[in-house]
């Protein structure tokens, strides 16, 4: 909790153990929408909300129209507490500036902390309805505070529809009296209950749930995969900016977006510029010249054509879970789910499962790409009934006469069987990892051929005149 608070992170929801494992979940409650928990407990009830008006807002009435409501600032007056400009001669306009109390300020900040009261009551019902068989409600010696779930729980208790739902209430001082342990008789004996127990030496976690491409990140840097997984940092761009520059991951998210919903039909032809405009609206991006350029170079490809020809044996978006069981007693099953851009089932022959990728390296694929290749391979081997399979990548920044797929060499059985102990093992790596909370980096020279955006936050700045390149 301490570190948390250090790093001003929120709870990760990107990778979470199962809930039969023997562990206290620390939450929020909006992470906890849609869950369940035996036990729930509930702390700082007592909190006040402290909402207030923004600079600029809006206030409506269901009587009037809305109103306009501007936060105007002017400097108090250094011997009252109060504004008057008719007698105020003495305002130092280098010192704090202080809210105009207007009747329409007063109005909208009574409104925003009516707002707050109800998001908070939205809130503690979502908390208490939480549980499966016990609720701990921690309230608080003081009073209740305006606004605070407290008030509205005291409130409502004493309702006697349900009061009777309460079956203990006890008080903290007596049940930490209880809880301290009693005097040992002998010297051993308190040295011995002064000992703090013994941590255990292996993650306890019996399942991980793992999305696929965060578990390849992890294999390629744990400490990349901490910040922007675990802490939920934005990962600065990996090429040198510049006024046109682009994120060259949300560009390929939106161009990901368009083709899994883009009409199989239309692949091979060249997109008409008002229908990809379309798309690309639709995907919140109105204005995004080089997805356009990707996309149409693409769709207007001899291999969009091929795709299309092989009709209804083509899934696209498809989602999977797959189950690995560990090899090793007692270490964590994986559960490992994510999603296969692009599968081609033709009646005879293998299938193909192909992965998107923006631009082709220049050394061929990185490490994480081809372990989420192999590892989308074996999914697809589970389901194929001995059939073979070829897993490769499509390169969709390239020219339309160039764009073919980057294959890995076939896989057979065996290759499977080592791809699926390979993601056992990772899995085990992975459990210690968040057990232990160590998430060590990698060596500069790795960094920069993930092109990872955090290489100066772990190595200090480089010299601004080799970035490296996108794989």
């Not at 909300?49 to 400097?75: I, K, M, N, Y």
């Not at 130092?92 to 105009?100: C, H, K, Q, T, Y």
């Not at 922007?228 to 600065?236: A, K, V």
């Amino acid at each position: 909790l301490d570190r948390r608070i250090h790093d001003e992170a929120d709870e990760a929801e990107a990778a979470v153990f199962s809930p039969d494992d023997d562990a206290v979940r620390l939450t929020t409650i909006h992470a906890s929408k849609g869950l369940d928990f035996p036990i729930v407990i509930l702390v700082d009830l007592n909190a006040e909300p402290r909402a207030d008006a923004a600079g600029l807002a809006v206030l409506t009435s269901p009587r009037g129209a809305p109103e306009l409501v501007a936060r105007h600032l002017a400097p108090r007056a250094a011997t009252r507490s109060r504004l008057d400009f008719e007698r105020d001669r003495d305002l130092d306009p280098s010192g704090p500036l202080f809210p105009i109390p207007t009747p329409l300020l007063r109005a909208a900040q009574a409104d925003a902390r009516a707002r707050e009261q109800a998001e908070r009551r939205r809130l503690t019902y979502v908390a208490i309805t939480r549980p499966r068989d016990t609720l701990v409600l921690i309230g608080s010696t003081q009073a209740p505070r305006p606004g605070s779930a407290f008030q509205s729980l005291t409130t409502a208790l004493a309702d006697p529809r349900i009061a009777a739902t309460i079956t203990t209430t006890r008080a903290a001082v007596d049940l930490l009296a209880a809880a301290r342990p009693a005097l040992p008789r002998s010297p051993a004996r308190a040295a011995q209950s002064a000992r703090a127990p013994a941590r255990p030496s292996r993650s306890h976690a019996r399942v991980l749930h793992l999305d696929l491409a965060p578990l390849a990140r992890f294999n390629d840097c744990p400490r990349r995969f901490r910040l922007r997984d675990l802490l939920g940092l934005d990962e600065p761009p990996i090429a040198a900016p510049s006024a046109d520059s682009d994120d060259l991951r949300a560009l390929g998210r939106l161009v990901h977006g368009v083709l899994a919903r883009w009409p199989l039909a239309r692949w091979g032809d060249a997109p008409a510029p008002a229908d990809l405009a379309d798309a690309l609206r639709l995907h919140g991006s109105p204005e995004t010249p080089r997805a356009a350029t990707i996309l149409a170079g693409f769709l207007g490809s001899d291999f969009a054509a091929s795709v299309r020809a092989a009709g209804d044996s083509v899934g696209r978006d498809r989602p999977f879970v797959l189950a690995i069981d560990p090899a090793a007693r007692g270490a964590a099953r994986l559960d490992l789910q994510g999603t296969l851009d692009l599968v081609i089932e033709p009646a005879a022959g293998p299938i193909q499962v192909l992965a998107y990728q923006l631009a082709r390296p220049d050394a061929g694929l990185s490490a994480a790409r081809e372990l989420e290749l192999r590892a989308q391979a074996l999914v697809v081997a589970t389901r194929a009934f001995g059939r073979p399979v070829h897993a490769g990548a499509v390169f969709l920044d390239s020219p339309g006469a160039s764009i073919t797929p980057l294959w890995l060499p076939d896989l057979d059985a065996t290759d499977h069987r080592r791809t699926e102990g390979d993601l056992a093992a990772l899995a085990a790596r992975f459990a210690e990892a968040r057990y232990r909370d160590r998430f060590d980096g990698v060596p500069r020279p790795t960094c920069e051929r993930l092109a990872c955006g955090f290489v100066e936050a772990c190595h200090g700045a480089r010299a601004p005149d080799a970035w490296p390149k996108m794989e």
